[in-house]
C-alpha cells in the first residue's frame, strides 16, 4: 500500500490543478441546491497552511480541505471502500468529487485518486451521493447523483474499468447514463442519493431515490431487472408529511435476534426493517423500525417509533448523511456517518481543513426490538495505547476527581456508575418526552439535580474554564424514571463565535432494575463522541478548547447530583494515530 500512496499523489496533484482552473471557470455559477452554505469566494481557494492544533487523530479525514457525506461504502475482495464527497479545492463546500480511500481494517486508510468527478453531460454540474452494491459474481456496482447541465438531479450508474485492480481505482461511467431521470411527479430539484439495491422474493432489484414534492418527504421506489432499465413504482416505499426533502435515505434489514448483521438483499422471519433519512430542513437524521411488505413494496413503521423530526436518531448531536453496509468479512452491518465543523467557515479556510466521517459503528436491533443499538467497531480497540484504570470510586454530591496518567486529548474513555437513591430523583414533566434537547439546555451540568447530572468533563482546562460535560441525569415519572444523556458544551472554549449547542437523547434503561449505566466517550481533540447504556443512545460534539489543547487536556469524572453515585469501573486508553490518507 506505501506504494500506491505514493503515486497515486501524483495523480491527486494533477486533479488538484484541474479543478483549480475548472473552478476559476466557474467561480459565479449559481449554485441550486440548497442544503449547502455556499461560500463562492472562497470555494476555490486551496489550503496554504494545514493547521494541526486542533485536528483529529483517529477519525478519517483527508490530509486537507472540505468533506462531506460518505458515499458507497463496501468491502470488495478483502479491501474496505470509502468514497465520500471532497472539495479538491478548498475548505468549505464546493467543486465536489467522489474521493475515495482503501483499508484492510477500517482504521489505517490510503487515498486513491478520485474515482468519479464531473466530465459527462449526465454529471457535468455536480457529482453527489450514492451507494454502492454488490452484483451476483462479485461486481460492484455505484449509482449516484449527478447535476446534468440544466442542473436537473439524475441517477448515474459507474462500474470499475478493471475488476483485477485490487483497489478498484477507475470507473467507468457509460454513455447510456443518466439511468433514472425524473419524470412527471418527480421534483428533479429534490431528487438525490440513491440507496444500495436489494433484491426481494420476485427476483428484481429495488431502490429508493431520496425527494420531497412539496413539504411531503418521500423515498421513491424503483425496479429493476437488469441493473439497466430501471422503473418507477406506482407508490413510494414510504413518505412522511411536513418532514421536507429527505436526503441519503437508507434502507436494510435487521435481525430480530443474535449479533450478526445481514446483507440488504435478506429476507424472510426473523427480520425487521429500518428506514433512515436525513432531513435537509433540520440537519439532522432519524429511523424508523417497521415492517417491510415485500408484495406491495411498502414500509410501514412500528407504532413504537415516531415517524417525523421527533424520532430515534443514530446520534443525537452533530452526524449526518449517514450510510451502512453490509461487511461480508465479519457478517456484520457498519454505520458511517459525517460531521460538520461547528467553526466559522472562515476559521475553516484558515486552519485548511473542515469535516471528518465519524468512527464506524456496528449497528444490531436492540433485544427491545424499539431501537438500534450502536458501538465502535472493535477494530478501533487496536489503536487503544497507555491505559489507566479507576475501580470503585464513590462521588459524594458536588465532588469529582481527575483522571490522571495519559494524554486525554486523544482518549478512548468506558464508565461504569451504579446508580441509587433513586427516590431522590426530580420529578419529570410529561411536556419534556418531545424535547430531549430543550431539557438539557435548560439542566446543563450547572444545574444541580436529585440523581444526577454526573458523568465526565471531557477536554477540559486544569481549572475547567474550559470542559464539555457528558452526563446522564434521572427523573422520576409517574410510572417509570426517565434516564436524560445529555452533552453541554457551552463552556467547552474561552473563544467566542463557536456553535456550541446543548445535544440530549433519552436512554430506554430500566435503571430501578439494573442499578447501573455505562458511558463510553471517544476524544479526539474536537471531537467528542458519546455512548450511552452500551450504544442506545450516542451523541457526537465538535469543540475547539484555546487552553485545554495536547497535553493541557484533563480529564474529570463528575457527580453535581444530591445523591453520591459509585464509579464501579473505569478505563481510560490513550489513542494512537492510525495511518490516515497519508496527512
Ligand atoms: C487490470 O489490473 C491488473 C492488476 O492490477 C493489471 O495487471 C492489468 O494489466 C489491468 N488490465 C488492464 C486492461 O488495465
Ligand atoms: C422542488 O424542489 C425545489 C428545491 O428544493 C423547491 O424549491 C420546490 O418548491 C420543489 N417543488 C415541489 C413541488 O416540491
Ligand atoms: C456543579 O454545580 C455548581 C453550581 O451550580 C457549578 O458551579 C459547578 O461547576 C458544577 N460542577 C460541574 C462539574 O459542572
Ligand atoms: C453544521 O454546522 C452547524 C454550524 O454552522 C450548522 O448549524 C449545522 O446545520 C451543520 N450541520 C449540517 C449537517 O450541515
Known amino acids: 500500500m506505501g506504494r500506491a500512496n505514493s503515486s497515486c499523489w501524483t495523480a491527486w496533484l494533477a486533479v488538484v490543478l484541474v479543478h483549480w482552473c475548472l473552478c476559476v471557470r466557474e467561480r459565479n455559477r449559481v449554485v441550486v441546491e440548497a442544503s449547502h452554505v455556499v461560500y463562492e469566494s472562497l470555494q476555490s481557494v486551496p489550503a496554504s497552511v494545514v493547521d494541526s492544533k486542533l485536528r483529529t487523530g483517529y477519525h478519517f479525514q483527508p490530509p486537507k480541505h472540505w468533506i462531506n457525506d460518505p458515499n458507497g461504502p463496501m468491502y470488495y475482495n478483502g479491501l474496505y471502500h470509502l468514497f465520500y464527497q471532497y472539495n479538491p479545492s478548498g475548505s468549505v463546500w464546493g467543486n465536489i ?16 485518486e478520485p474515482a468519479i468527478y464531473p466530465s459527462k453531460p449526465f454529471d457535468i ?19 449516484y447523483t449527478g447535476l446534468d447541465p440544466r442542473e ?11 475488476l483485477s485492480d485490487p483497489y478498484l481505482r477507475e470507473w467507468v461511467k457509460p454513455d447510456f447514463n443518466p439511468v433514472i431521470a425524473p419524470d412527471d411527479g418527480v421534483n428533479g430539484s429534490a431528487f438525490r442519493d440513491p440507496t444500495t439495491a436489494w433484491r426481494g422474493p420476485s427476483g428484481h432489484w429495488k431502490l429508493v431515490v431520496g425527494s420531497k414534492w412539496n413539504k411531503r418527504g418521500k423515498a421513491i421506489l424503483y425496479r429493476s431487472r437488469d441493473f439497466v432499465h430501471w422503473v418507477k413504482a406506482k407508490h413510494s416505499l414510504h413518505s412522511a408529511r411536513d418532514t421536507g426533502m429527505w436526503e441519503c435515505p437508507d434502507f436494510y434489514p435487521v435481525a430480530l435476534k443474535g449479533t450478526r448483521g445481514l446483507d440488504t438483499s435478506v429476507y424472510g422471519h426473523g427480520v425487521k426493517y429500518v428506514l433512515k433519512v436525513s432531513l435537509d430542513i433540520t440537519r439532522y437524521e432519524y429511523y424508523t423500525v417497521g415492517k417491510y411488505y415485500h408484495d406491495k413494496d411498502k414500509y410501514v413503521p412500528d407504532a413504537t417509533s415516531a415517524d417525523d423530526n421527533t424520532g430515534l436518531r443514530y446520534d443525537y448531536g452533530n452526524f449526518y448523511a449517514s450510510k451502512t453496509f453490509f461487511d461480508g468479512k465479519k ?29 464506524p459503528r456496528t449497528i444490531l436491533l436492540d433485544s427491545s426490538g424499539r431501537q438500534l443499538v450502536q458501538w465502535p467497531i472493535e477494530e478501533i480497540e487496536s489503536l487503544r495505547g497507555k491505559h489507566v484504570v ?6 459524594p454530591s458536588g465532588g469529582f476527581f481527575e483522571v490522571t496518567g495519559i494524554d486525554s486529548s486523544q482518549a478512548d474513555v468506558e464508565v461504569s456508575f451504579d446508580v441509587s437513591g433513586l427516590e431522590k430523583a426530580e420529578d419529570f414533566d410529561p411536556s419534556w418526552a418531545t424535547d430531549a434537547e430543550a431539557l438539557c439546555g435548560r439542566k446543563t451540568a450547572d444545574v444541580k439535580g436529585g440523581v444526577g447530572p454526573f458523568g465526565v468533563l471531557v477536554l477540559a482546562s486544569a481549572n475547567m474554564e474550559e470542559k464539555t460535560a457528558v452526563f446522564f441525569r434521572v427523573f422520576k415519572a409517574y410510572h417509570k424514571h426517565v434516564v436524560l444523556m445529555c452533552h453541554d458544551p457551552t463552556r467547552s472554549s474561552l473563544r467566542a463565535g463557536l456553535y456550541k449547542p446543548t445535544f440530549a437523547g433519552f436512554v430506554d434503561v430500566d435503571i430501578a432494575k439494573t442499578g447501573k449505566i455505562s458511558l463510553r466517550t471517544l476524544i479526539d481533540s474536537s471531537v467528542v463522541e458519546s455512548f450511552g447504556a452500551k450504544g442506545k443512545t450516542c451523541i457526537t460534539s ?3 478548547p484555546s487552553l485545554a489543547i495536547g497535553e493541557d ?6 457527580n453535581n447530583g444530591s445523591t453520591d453515585v459509585k464509579v464501579s469501573e473505569l478505563n481510560a486508553w490513550e489513542m ?7 496527512a
Open 390 to 395: 479507576v475501580e470503585h470510586k464513590r462521588i
Open 542 to 544: 465538535r469543540v475547539y
Open 152 to 162: 436537473r438531479q439524475v441517477q448515474n450508474i459507474a462500474y470499475p474499468k478493471n
Open 125 to 143: 454540474k455536480g457529482c453527489w451521493s450514492g451507494s454502492a452494491t454488490i452484483l451476483p459474481g462479485n461486481r460492484p456496482v455505484i449509482l
Open 553 to 558: 487536556a484533563h480529564l474529570f469524572v463528575f
Open 97 to 112: 468529487v467522489w474521493a475515495h480511500s482503501v483499508s484492510t481494517d477500517l482504521i489505517n486508510w490510503v487515498a486513491l
Open 331 to 359: 457478517q456484520r452491518r457498519i454505520l458511517w456517518g459525517w460531521a460538520n465543523e461547528s467553526d466559522t467557515s472562515d476559521v475553516d479556510k484558515a486552519k485548511g481543513w473542515a469535516g471528518i466521517q465519524m468512527i
Open 576 to 582: 494512537k494515530k492510525p495511518l490516515m490518507n497519508g
